[in-house]
């Protein structure tokens, strides 16, 4: 086996929200995308996207209330929206390092960034790697899964704020929680 002689890059964590018309990429659209970095002082992105269909769950709607024919007018492509989001990370990241997306819940909102990005640009400047919060304060607490919702993660990193379910503050508030969660869990490191 081969010795490596070169280090991997250094992280540069990004943390991404959306909001979208539905549960899935195959059959909704994204409609908004929100995102910062972690470290301070924080640069941020926000972006609205036309819809590439009509359809909305009415359970979407009752979460962000983003009107899907105001996008459809006002929004960007979804192409120049994924162009306009990659150029920014790209901006933003400094050479030496490689982009990880961070959100709470990441799942959800990786595999409408991973769909859209390869669908529109045919390539995910983030790669493979996303980094998903709730997991992260699964670990550090040796909680269960149940408690990683935000009832549990806002008092103990936002002040009890609750989350507005636009895309750029959302991304604001997980990188606070995820940078308060890097710095407990060095103080631990240290002991």
């Not at 929100?34 to 640069?43: H, L």
């Not at 103990?156 to 995820?178: G, K, M, P, V, W």
């Amino acid at each position: 086996m081969p010795i490596m002689t070169e280090s991997p890059p250094s992280d540069y964590f990004i943390s991404v929200d959306i909001e979208t018309a539905g549960p899935n990429p195959n059959q909704y659209s994204l409609l908004t995308i929100g995102a910062c970095t972690i470290e301070e002082p924080r640069s941020t992105f926000y972006v609205e996207l036309q819809p590439v269909n009509d359809k909305m769950t009415p359970e979407s709607y009752a979460i962000h209330r983003l009107d899907i024919k105001r996008l459809a007018e006002r929004g960007k492509s979804p192409s120049e929206a994924m162009a306009m989001f990659e150029n920014w990370i790209l901006s933003e990241i400094p050479e030496e390092c490689r982009p990880v997306f961070v959100a709470f819940n990441a799942p959800f909102d990786w595999m409408f960034i991973n769909d859209y990005f390869h669908r529109f640009l045919g390539r995910n400047p983030f790669g493979h790697t996303a980094l998903d919060i709730k997991a992260y304060y699964m670990a550090l607490n040796s909680s269960s899964w149940a408690e990683t919702s935000m009832k549990y993660v806002s008092p103990r990193y936002l002040n009890s704020r609750e989350i507005t379910h636009h895309a750029l503050r959302d991304a604001i508030d997980q990188a606070e929680i995820f940078q308060k969660m890097l710095v407990e869990a060095a103080a631990r490191n240290k002991n």
